[in-house]
């Protein structure tokens, strides 16, 4: 009888779908078709589908995500519905397969686009921090070496001075009251220890005598340690941000909030930069 034979295939459905363990809104999930249509199937109510080659095509949906075989179902389901799986009009079962060219299309159209949204921003920001380092080095042109200290001049052969008064000190005493003897006094090593930390992120490039030591961004709370026997060349991305001591003793602030500095520093120049009490 078309009952007892009709009731068989939907019956052979839900069975498999218990077997595999999962739920009609499940496979709605996967395969994107109504659950009031995948109920209608497993109560062999065909008249709620679309007929003719798409009911073959939620028929073949169906059998993959509970695992049977998609061609062998449908063959049986053609068997069991021969008037309303196939309708006028509607090609043989050459369409199924291109509908299921269609889907595999929007299935692999889908997942390039979820690609392109997880590397989009991860390009962004390589280029950002890229970018930015180069903003800040170049950002301030560099300051000029600070001109050597002259001595005082020394008459020359031609200048024909009067002899100074047997009382008067001697031209060295007073060579030694001049500018450059008072200029600060490197450390009694020879060498300027700078320490530097920071309060919160910020970009650091440091070159020690001529080599570059940092270039980076420092996290807040780092620090850095630089030995100095000639000069350093110091570029802040935020200046107040840097806290920094020169042998030992705290440094004025190298500027403002958000400003972009460069600072040179030697063993002639480097008391200029300390705090004073």
């Not at 073959?56 to 509970?66: G, N, P, T």
């Not at 390589?126 to 180069?134: D, I, L």
Request: aromatic share 4%; hydrophobic share 40%.
């Amino acid at each position: 009888m078309a009952g007892d034979r009709t009731g068989d295939f939907g019956r052979k459905l839900r069975e498999a779908r218990e077997r595999k363990g999962v739920s009609l809104r499940q496979i709605a999930s996967a395969t994107k078709i109504s659950v009031s249509a995948l109920e209608a199937l497993e109560r062999n109510d065909i008249s709620r589908l679309p007929g003719g080659i798409f009911s073959r095509a939620f028929v073949r949906s169906y059998a993959l995500e509970v695992g049977l075989d998609p061609e062998t179902t449908i063959q049986e389901f053609i068997a069991q519905f021969p008037s309303d799986s196939v309708t006028a009009g509607h090609p043989g079962a050459g369409r199924v397969e291109d509908v299921e060219a269609v889907e595999s299309d929007r299935r692999m159209a889908s997942t390039v686009l979820r690609l392109l949204l997880i590397a989009v921003p991860i390009v962004i920001a390589v280029v950002y921090f890229s970018t930015a380092g180069r903003r800040f080095v170049h950002a301030e042109p560099a300051a000029p070496p600070p001109a050597p200290a002259t001595r005082s001049a020394e008459p020359t052969p031609t200048d024909t001075p009067a002899p100074p008064p047997p009382s008067d000190p001697p031209a060295a005493d007073a060579a030694s009251t001049s500018p450059a003897a008072s200029a600060p006094a490197p450390s009694a090593a020879g060498r300027l220890t700078v320490a530097l930390s920071v309060s919160r992120p910020c970009w650091i490039s440091a070159t020690v005598d001529g080599e570059k030591k940092i270039e980076r961004l420092l996290q807040a709370g780092e620090s850095q340690t630089l030995e100095v026997t000639q000069e350093l060349v110091l570029t802040a991305g935020d200046a107040s941000a840097v806290a920094m001591t020169l042998n030992g003793a705290d440094a004025k602030p190298l500027g403002n909030s958000g400003e972009v500095v460069t600072r040179r520093l030697n063993l002639t120049n480097y008391k200029d930069y300390v705090q004073t009490r």
